[in-house]
């Protein structure tokens, strides 16, 4: 458990520097959450849906200047994708 948050912080220090580093690009998450990363985004916009039993959150602001969209898609209550996205 220790082991996992360390890499999900890890993993929020890496997306973060891809998000000022590349002009563009999409990342799929691993370790961390989206809500790790949602603390570092201003101007946040958030939308879920439900669709039976699919879930979908995005989260839509704005980090160091570009336009970064959070996803996170669940079945049931496991989660089977969650990736960041920024252009």
């Known amino acids: 458990m220790i082991l996992k948050r ?6 929020v220090g890496l997306v973060l520097k891809l ?13 961390a959450e989206i809500d790790d990363l949602e603390k570092n985004l201003t ?6 849906e439900t669709d039976g039993l ?10 160091g200047g570009k ?9 049931g ?3 089977f994708r969650s990736w960041v996205r920024w252009m």
């Not at 998000?19 to 370790?31: A, Q, R």
């Not at 101007?43 to 879920?48: D, G, H, P, R, V």
């Not at 336009?67 to 079945?75: A, D, G, M, Q, R």
Request: hydrophobic share 45%; aromatic share 20%; net charge neutral.
């Open 54 to 63: 699919v879930y979908r959150k995005t989260v839509r602001g704005f980090y």
């Open 43 to 48: 101007s946040k916009e958030i939308t879920e």
């Open 67 to 75: 336009f970064v969209e959070l996803n996170l898609w669940s079945c």
């Open 19 to 31: 998000i000022g580093l590349l002009s563009e690009g999409c990342y799929y998450l691993k370790y």
């Open 6 to 11: 360390f890499l999900a912080i890890l993993e």
């Open 77 to 79: 209550i496991s989660i």
